[in-house]
């Protein structure tokens, strides 16, 4: 499976999912979205940056090719974790979020992540735009749904009843990045997601 050459970094263990099997999937999100929302004149992506930049820009384009409502583009930029690698094991997590100016008031948004992970950023961000935002109504989209082997059961029972529309993949709890997603800010640029060698960014 060639991706440009960049399997020869020792740092990625495999590809696992290609730039065609991302395309063809978003294509199938889109059309599911576009046939839920079709009474709606206009929809909002809010994209949680940084890493569902390049999955938010495909989707808005795929669904106008399906027909869809017309797309405003927002952004939400939430911290949880910074640039460090994450911990494991947690029951609850600090989420801060800043909006970026985005006017969301009264509007049917589509919260667009990356990946499902523990759950935390999600749940925090949909609370806080039906609580005090006032959105219309939302809808969770995720790229990668991760299937996470041993969550808390803090965890488990937050993943159990967080509403998410619209999933892509199911992936391994390994960590992956590519296609926006980053491992310590790297690997956002490729074109497909990959798997990374945790051991190359584990300090001894």
Partial sequence: MAESGFESDPRIESVLLDAAAIRARIREMA????GDLSGHDEITLL???KGAFVFMSDLGRELREAGGPSVRFEF???KTYGAAIKGTGETERTVSVDWLGADLAGKDVVLVEDILDQGF???HI???LLTEVGVKSVRICVLLDKQLDCPTPAVRALRETLPVDYHGFRVPDRWVAGYGLDVAEEFRELPCVIVVRESCFLSD
């Fill in 76 to 78: 939400v930029r939430a």
């Fill in 121 to 123: 950023t999600l749940a």
């Fill in 47 to 49: 994209g949680v940056l």
């Fill in 126 to 128: 949909r609370e806080l």
């Fill in 31 to 34: 059309q599911a979205i576009a």
